[in-house]
Every structure is written in structure tokens, then in C-alpha cells.
């Protein structure tokens, strides 16, 4: 047990009880996200600890809009895509944190990708923007967001206007008390071609 406690406070570089607390600072880039996925996978640690980690590491990397580094108005990279390019949009940040979760054991039906939009009080600006939703067992959803270092529940949320979530197999219509099953997430088409490249 105690080399759980050092393993990842080396890691996080803060105690392990901030991470359970939810206050960790950012983890240092010089952790891969092999190294990072290793440390969450061997120790054993909870799964809300594992959120906090890769939320944390993800929204480490810089901002970039696909038009600057896809050439394109549009696309939706892999996670080994925007490991590559080491910058990418709300989209890429999601869809890797989604599936690097994935791989750490948390399963589709506590995962979903949620596309909206995002208020900017200040600026008087609406904008497309995408998160990843975490619903932990008897527990309210937390937004993983690349705009926002905390894990905050969805009903705190005010600046965030959720319209649809998926996963791999379906799309729902988001609702405050309940979704809406609309069917295959395949519908999607930048969804469907993200698979194919997987």
C-alpha cells in the first residue's frame, strides 16, 4: 500500500490524498501517456482516481484549432493522432480521454462523448465545443473538459449546453433528468470514419 501512496504522488507530483480530493495540478509532460496509463493500471487505484489522472494529463497539451493542424474545418483525431501532433481541439482532447479510459477498464456504459455548445459570459459568445461525461455508479455525471481543469457535475455546469451524447454503439438526445436513445452511434459520420482508423 505504500508504494501506492509514493508510485503516485511521484507521479502527480502532489499527495495522494489531493487526488482523491479532486486538487491536482497538472502532470508534468515529461510522463508519456504509456508511463501515466502503466502507473493507473499497476497500482490498482479507483476509477475516479484514474478520471482525475488522464482529465488532468490531456488538458495539458495545447489547443489547436483542425483547420491549423489538420488543414481541414473539421476532424475528429484519434488518440494516437493527437499524441502525434501533441496539440489538437475539444474534440481530439475528448475522444482520447474517452478512449484511454477505455483502456484502463471503465466501461462504455459509465463513458459518454457529449457535443453542445459553451457560453462565454464575458464575451457574449456561443461556440460548438465537445466533453467527455463520466457517470460513476450512484453518483451525478462529471464534465471532463479541456476548457476546465475541475471535474464538476453536469448540473453545475452552467456555461455548458449539452445536445447529444455517444459512445461507440448509440447516440442519445442529452436531457437534465433523462436521455433519449436515438440509435447507432454510427449515424455520426466523423464518429464512423474515427473507427475505421482505430
Not at 490524498?17 to 508511463?35: F, G, M, R
Not at 463520466?134 to 464534465?143: F, K, Q
Request: net charge positive; proline share 4%.
Amino acid at each position: 500500500m505504500l508504494s501506492l501512496f509514493i508510485g503516485l504522488s511521484l507521479l502527480l507530483c502532489r499527495p495522494l490524498w489531493a487526488v482523491q480530493n479532486l486538487d491536482i495540478q497538472e502532470i508534468p509532460s515529461k510522463h508519456s501517456l504509456h508511463e501515466l496509463m502503466l502507473e493507473l493500471d499497476q497500482k490498482g487505484v479507483t476509477e475516479k482516481q484514474k478520471v482525475i489522472a488522464v482529465n488532468t494529463f490531456f488538458n495539458h497539451m495545447p489547443r489547436a484549432l483542425d483547420k491549423k493542424v489538420w488543414g481541414r474545418k473539421d476532424y475528429w483525431a484519434t488518440p494516437d493522432e493527437l499524441l502525434q501532433q501533441r496539440r489538437g481541439d475539444c474534440e481530439d482532447v475528448a475522444i482520447a480521454k474517452y478512449f484511454t479510459l477505455r483502456k484502463l477498464g471503465i466501461t462504455d456504459s459509465h463513458l459518454r462523448l457529449a457535443y453542445g455548445k459553451i457560453a462565454d459570459f464575458q464575451q457574449g459568445t456561443i461556440e460548438p465545443h465537445m466533453v467527455l461525461i463520466y457517470m460513476p455508479r450512484n453518483a451525478s455525471p462529471l464534465v471532463l473538459d479541456s476548457l476546465n481543469e475541475q471535474l464538476l457535475k453536469v448540473s453545475e455546469r452552467q456555461d455548458l449546453i449539452l445536445e447529444y451524447t455517444f459512445n461507440t454503439e448509440s447516440l442519445w438526445r442529452w436531457g437534465a433528468s433523462s436521455s433519449v436513445l436515438l440509435g447507432k452511434a454510427e449515424v455520426l459520420t466523423p464518429w464512423r470514419k474515427l473507427l475505421k482508423r482505430l
